[in-house]
Each structure stands twice: as C-alpha cells, then as structure tokens.
C-alpha cells in the first residue's frame, strides 16, 4: 500500500519561503505523478502543480507560476514543494498526492498525504 | 480555462436520504471526471474516476454518471459517516477541483 508521509507543521514570516517534503512508500515512485494541493482554512482544494519523478519536469498550475518549485529525490522516493515570496494568502494545509495511472499528471490523486499546515504570519 | 462549477454548495440531509451533487464543466471534457469525499481534518478520499469507476474499496451505494459538460454524484442512502465535504475534480487538461457540497445532518 503506497503511504505518503509530509514534513511537520510551518510558521513563516511574510517574504519568506517554504519547502514541505513527501516521501513515499510502497509501490512505485518514478513513473506515477506527486501532485501539490492546498487548501486554505475553510476554503476548497487547489492544486498546484505536479511531477513525474522519472521525467523530473514539473508542471504549474498558473497561479502559481514563477512562486513554486516541485522537485524530486528519487533516491529517497522524495518530493519537495517550495513556495516562495509568502503572503497571509498562503496560509493552508499543503497536501500532496500520488497519481493513480503512470506517466501523467493529469490524473487522479489516488493517495494523500497528512496535509501540513503552512501559516504565514508576521 | 476549464470552469467547474458543483451544486448545491451545502446540502442538509438524513440518514437514509438519497443525496445528489452534480458538477457541470464550462466545457466538455469527455469521462475525465472524479469525485473526492473529505472530512474535517482530513486528506480527501478518491471515491469515483473516469466519471462513473467506483475506486476499490468505496461502499456500492455511492455512484457516479455523466460525460461531457454534465456530472452527478448520487448516494442511494446517505450514512452517518457520509455526512462530509465532496469535490469534483476534472483531469481533462490540468487537475482543476470544482467548489465543494458540504453534505451536513438535518
């Protein structure tokens, strides 16, 4: 059974950045995508962009465009998400999530991370 | 871009009820459709994909149908543990999650 296990909980100053690890285990990592979803407090899901790990190439959700980088450690079956130039905005629960059908990202968020709560506050 | 618009955006019902959300897109996006359920605190749980594919191990009262532009989620008899937040999601293009039904206890 694929779990994904995320970093603990975050308090950042405004201008700042955050990265949050996943790391995986069970099945495959390299070919099945590591989507980023946010969710804001009372608010609904957001994705973020993903990953192939095999591919190593990212791809972004517009929005977030030039602010988050999503990378991968295929050695330790890892993947980053980093947010930068924070705002109170970006206070949420970052999740991530692995891909049901390999060599996409445009797919399914089969399994889910615990969330990690990022709170940006001066 | 893609617009997915669910309703209701909060729905009261009883155990027992038949319950039905649907997700409409702004464009056709063939079967590309799956449905989340999510409790408070929670990661969401994949429930349906490919629009009507119900994920292994989600109980058979929950269904899904649809394609193109119109989706619906419906349960046969909404259960104590039903009561939580869904979203669509579409993966025609980019993975884009409609706004949530929040399923509450009338």
């Known amino acids: 059974q694929v779990q994904l296990v995320q970093s603990g909980a975050e308090v950042k100053k405004p201008g700042s950045s955050v990265k949050v690890s996943c790391k995986a285990s069970g099945g495959t990592f390299s070919s099945y995508a590591i989507s980023w979803v946010r969710q804001a407090p009372g608010q609904g899901l957001e994705w973020m962009g993903g990953i192939i790990p095999i591919f190593g190439t990212a791809n972004y959700a517009q929005k977030f465009q030039g602010r988050v980088t999503i990378t991968t450690d295929e050695s330790t079956s890892t993947a980053y998400m980093e947010l930068s130039s924070l705002r109170s905005e970006d206070t949420a629960v970052y999740y991530c999530?692995?891909?049901?059908?390999?060599?996409?990202?445009?797919?399914?968020?089969?399994?889910w991370g615990q969330g990690t709560l990022v709170t940006v506050s001066s | 871009a893609i617009q997915l618009t669910q309703s209701p955006s909060s729905l009261s019902a009883s155990v027992g009820d038949r319950v039905t959300i649907t997700c409409r897109a702004s464009q056709g996006i063939s079967s590309a459709l799956a449905w989340y359920q999510q409790k408070p605190g929670k990661a969401p749980k994949l429930l349906i994909y490919?629009?009507?594919s119900l994920e292994s191990g989600v109980p058979s009262r929950f269904s899904g149908s649809g394609s193109g532009t119109d989706f619906t989620l419906t349960i046969s008899s909404l259960q104590p543990e039903d009561f939580a937040t869904y979203y669509c999601?579409?993966?025609?293009?980019?993975?884009?999650f409609g706004g949530g039904t929040k399923v509450e206890i009338k």
């Open positions: 999530a692995r891909g049901s059908r390999p060599m996409t990202t445009v797919t399914t968020c089969e399994f």
């Open positions: 999601q579409q993966f025609n293009n980019y993975p884009l």
């Open positions: 490919d629009a009507s």
